[in-house]
T-cell receptor, first 112, second 115 residues
Framework: TQLLEQSPQFLSIQEGENLTVYCNSS?????LQWYRQEPGEGPVLLVT?????EVKKLKRLTFQFGDARKDSSLHITAAQPGDTGLYLC????????????FGAGTRLFVKA | SAVISQKPSRDICQRGTSLTIQCQVD?????MFWYRQQPGQSLTLIAT?????????ESGFVIDKFPISRPNLTFSTLTVSNMSPEDSSIYLC????????????FGPGTRLTVL
């Protein structure tokens, strides 16, 4: 069962366009992470959101955690070719020990 | 953060053989994790490796197929046993950040191809 639904699965856009990636669940998470993975490398942590309604900005990237802590979004403004990669959301739940669940990922390709 | 290295970075193996993947961390960590990432897909947790005790395996993964060692707080190995083409995948180790937010740091991965 995929507890974290991530959309879209694939996105190909022109440089300069904006985009939003969504991560949704019916479960409540104690925290949620966003990672970016480039070919041949492991995922690299971008941000962690913890508080419902929290918004964090990392240059052109804006991350939001839903009020109920069940969903999150990643918005990229004026995408650049360097943003190309696989974006993964990951939610942590305390089920007697913390377990992290990864979304299916969004593969982004930004064309110059 | 933690710096994590994995060896080998990639390998091509014959079916029926076994491959051991090493994961080295530059600092002592309590928990190390092994993930599988099949082509074009997300990460699936194989097991959690704890120092001084047996690894904890996720549903669908068993010790006979994926034996894990954790001899100290900076090192772990994952063996992929009796390989078949279905085992072709990227295998990643990760460690937790020791913080409260369950952040993980990942190694670069081992790309395994089974012929």
């Amino acid at each position: 069962t995929q507890l974290l639904e991530q959309s879209p699965q694939f996105l190909s856009i022109q440089e300069g366009e904006n985009l939003t990636v969504y991560c949704n669940s019916s479960s409540v998470f104690s925290s949620l992470q966003w990672y970016r993975q480039e070919p041949g490398e492991g995922p690299v942590l971008l941000v962690t959101v913890v508080t419902g309604g929290e918004v964090k900005k990392l240059k052109r990237l804006t991350f939001q955690f839903g009020d109920a802590r069940k969903d999150s979004s990643l918005h990229i403004t004026a995408a650049q070719p360097g943003d190309t990669g696989l974006y993964l959301c990951a939610g942590a739940r305390n089920t007697g020990g913390f377990k992290t669940i990864f979304g299916a990922g969004t593969r982004l390709f930004v064309k110059a | 953060s933690a710096v994590i290295s994995q060896k080998p970075s990639r390998d091509i193996c014959q079916r029926g053989t076994s491959l051991t993947i090493q994961c080295q961390v530059d600092s002592q960590v309590t928990m190390m994790f092994w993930y599988r990432q099949q082509p074009g897909q997300s990460l699936t947790l194989i097991a959690t490796a704890n120092q001084g005790s047996e690894a904890t395996y996720e549903s669908g993964f068993v010790i006979d197929k994926f034996p894990i060692s954790r001899p100290n707080l900076t090192f772990s190995t994952l063996t992929v046993s009796n390989m078949s083409p279905e085992d072709s995948s990227i295998y990643l180790c990760s460690v937790d950040s020791r913080g409260l937010d369950n952040e993980q740091f990942f190694g670069p991965g081992t790309r395994l191809t089974v012929l």
